[in-house]
């Protein structure tokens, strides 16, 4: 394990200034719908030129770190969440804050995206080089059927019916389809209209369906937004500790599992939250308080998510694939700082890696206190705020997150346009996540698919190419097991001496 003194170059008054700037901006920038980590990094990554390569390095990883905790805020308080790796932690903090317990959700979050962190940087610190050996075993067809088991999951956790969650699923993937194909980039669906030769924009897709329908319901009910049934108690930080502690092989698991997705390069906290809530809901002894405001699933998600931070920096320092977009635009920070990444990056500049990596210790650390007084008043403000002022800032945020993705006035059309085919979806009972998740997981599945068929077509084999390799094998096998949970405890349900 490395040496004390990394730890002390960590904890210099300026570096430790440096984490807290950067924990405070990101949780900021994620909290706000459509303003994705990546975008709080790329952002604010000039400011870390002049710095010393360390101290750079600490402020994007405090910055990662908070922009990915930020986006619990507006999925709990909103409904929206801020980040894509957030969409999983709608399903039961929003039905928290609805019965008025938005300040205990939050407080939740805060100390599930801590656990999270800390496990993901405990894996980068000890190892780094095992897991990105991991995994360089994935190739195309792996990606393939990891996306399908997403997609899998994503669908048998939908709302009411599995045949209306496949179909959602069904129908981001055909939204995926617009645009130029990820390989060979052949023009399908896009008729006359030129602005969609890109394809519908993830970002510009997950505003829509998750903002647009939410700011319909506000204007046609009188209803306030959120019930306020008690005081807030503040931060109900003890409450929230006997919880987490209650379910702390929950919080180690699901971190496990977000650090593991994470070192995959492309899978991301979408993924990771998803396996990790799928997971947590199988193994609970009541499956079905799921998805009406269970703690549990909040303390899932979250972990996990803030675990690919760490996870994702394996692939990225070890062998210079990021494994995540933000770990892309850090990358590029990396190269411009004059730090090759490989192999021989531990070796020949240690001092730095080993630097930041206590140095995102230490911010993830901050995060407690930090996201416990930011999400405080958070609660309070999102519920003291009139329906009158709250439904034309929350538009507005949607406008300006839309747009700044590429300074692009037609994503803002696509944004408006998905909303309204969202929220009418959700009239006859179709949810928003199996949609986004379709449109995310999507690409990832035709590039994979197209990319190992041509390998195997050039093996003289194309359709065993996807059924022989033993790491294929075994994500079919969870995916089939995904597919048939439902169904299975359905009939366990129907056997039970209750409702005989």
Request: hydrophobic content about 50%; aromatic content about 8%; some cysteine.
């Amino acid at each position: 394990m490395p040496g004390i003194e990394f730890l002390l170059a960590a904890l210099t008054p300026y570096n430790i200034m440096l984490a807290v700037a950067g924990v405070v901006a990101g949780t900021m920038i994620g909290a706000l719908p459509g303003l994705t980590a990546t975008m709080a990094i790329a952002v604010l990554i000039p400011f870390t030129f002049g710095m010393p390569p360390a101290s750079g390095l600490i402020a994007l990883g405090a910055i990662y770190t908070g922009a990915i905790y930020g986006g619990a805020y507006s999925a709990i308080l909103l409904n929206t969440p801020g980040t894509p790796s957030a969409i999983a932690t709608t399903f039961d903090g929003y039905p928290m804050a609805k019965r008025g317990d938005g300040d205990l959700a939050v407080t939740l979050a805060c100390i599930a995206s801590v656990m999270g962190g800390l496990v993901g940087a405990a894996f980068l610190l000890m190892l780094a080089p095992p897991l990105a050996r991991f995994a360089l075993a994935f190739g195309p067809v792996e990606y393939f059927w990891l996306a399908v088991f997403g997609l899998s999951l994503i669908a048998s956790l939908s709302e009411g019916s599995l045949l209306k969650g496949l179909i959602g699923g069904a129908a981001g993937l055909l939204l995926g389809t617009v645009g130029l194909a990820e390989v060979g980039g052949d023009i399908r669906y896009v008729g006359d209209f030129n602005a969609l030769l890109g394809g519908f924009d993830v970002i510009a897709a997950l505003i829509g369906l998750y903002c647009v329908p939410v700011l319909i319901d506000l204007v046609a009910t009188p209803d306030p937004h959120l019930k306020l049934t008690h005081q807030v108690a503040g931060f109900r930080l003890r409450e929230a500790a006997s919880i987490a502690w209650r379910s702390r092989f929950n919080l180690i698991r699901s971190s496990v599992i977000g650090t593991l997705v994470g070192i995959l390069p492309g899978a991301g906290g979408s993924i990771a939250s998803l396996v990790s809530y799928s997971e947590a809901r199988r193994v609970a002894k009541d499956p079905k308080r799921f998805g009406t405001g269970e703690p549990d699933g909040i303390l899932a998600t979250e972990s996990a998510n803030n675990a690919t931070v760490g996870g994702g920096f394996i692939p990225t320092l070890v062998l210079g694939i990021p494994g995540t977009p933000a770990d892309a635009v850090i990358l590029g920070a990396l190269l411009v700082q004059g730090i090759r990444t490989g192999p021989t990056l531990f070796l020949q500049q240690g001092q730095i890696v080993y630097t930041f990596i206590y140095g995102l210790f230490i911010a993830t650390v901050l995060m407690l206190p930090i996201g416990l007084v930011i999400g405080r008043y958070a609660f309070k403000s999102i519920v003291s705020i009139p329906k009158a002022m709250l439904v034309p800032s929350v538009a507005m945020l949607t406008i300006l997150g839309s747009y700044a993705v590429n300074n692009n006035v037609e994503q803002v059309q696509q944004m408006v346009m998905i909303g309204i085919f969202g929220w009418i979806a959700a009239r006859f009972g179709f949810t928003a996540s199996p949609i986004v998740l379709g449109l995310i997981l999507g690409t990832i599945a035709e590039s994979g698919f197209v990319q190992g068929y041509l390998i195997g077509n050039a093996r003289g084999q194309p359709i065993s190419e996807f059924f022989t390799r033993p790491i294929s094998i075994g994500i079919i096998a969870f995916t089939l097991l995904g597919l048939a949970y439902p169904l299975i405890t359905a009939r366990k349900h129907k056997r039970s001496p209750s409702n005989e």
